[in-house]
């Protein structure tokens, strides 16, 4: 099973995950996505069984998970599927797992970790959510826990698919969710803990301009109904 992160200026809890999902026998692929050169020590650190990928400037979240896909595409055509984890260290190995063991279970089915948001959870992450979910229930007529993860399994049958769709930044994830409901791809929900570090500090996602796009999204969906 393949592991991608992509990264922008990451931390060190970073290093810390890739060495875990190193021990646990996963291929690791990060894609550095234009951290800038003060960040270069930080990525030649890693392991070298770990491939690092690098553009050279920030193209956003989305284009480094694509870049990924058509890595692994290109060069592990015997793996199961990829499984997007984020470079924050929110992800626990444990989850992980999760979304690996249902992948194997249920062949050929995206698998999504999904948070239930409960405990000490930053309130406008919990508002995004239950906001996002619901229009995005309404537009797609798909129920989701959390439709902001990522955390989330693609069989490799599906990385060409995937990697085909719209979306440069943050709103790719939500095209995909999109694409999925849309095409009717199996789709599971498996529940992880709702990690947030420093009250979500490390996070890059712009609230508005990020937010204004993901919206642009479903409702850019509604209206081709």
Known sequence: MNILIPAYKPNTRMIELVETLLKEGYEVTVVDDGSGNEFNEMFSSLDSKVKVLTHEVNKGKGRAMKTGFAYILENYPDSKGVITVDADG????????????????????????????????????????????????????????????????????????????????????????????????????????????EDNASSHFNTIKDSAKIYKVIFGNAFKR
């Not at 990697?163 to 849309?182: P, T, V, W």
Request: hydrophobic share 35%.
């Open 90 to 197: 929110q992800h626990l190995p444990e989850d992980i797992k999760k979304v690996k063991d249902k992948m194997l279970e249920k062949p050929g089915k995206i698998i999504i970790g999904s948070r239930h948001f409960k405990g000490e959870v930053p309130l406008r992450s919990r508002f995004g959510n239950e906001v996002t979910k619901f229009v995005f229930a309404v537009v797609s007529g798909l129920r989701l826990e959390d439709t902001q993860t990522g955390l989330r399994g693609v069989p490799y049958t599906l990385l060409k698919e995937m990697s085909s769709l719209d979306g440069e930044r943050y709103e790719y994830e939500m095209n995909m969710l999109m694409h999925i409901a849309k095409k009717k791809i199996p789709l599971v929900e498996v529940p992880i803990e709702t990690v947030y570090i």
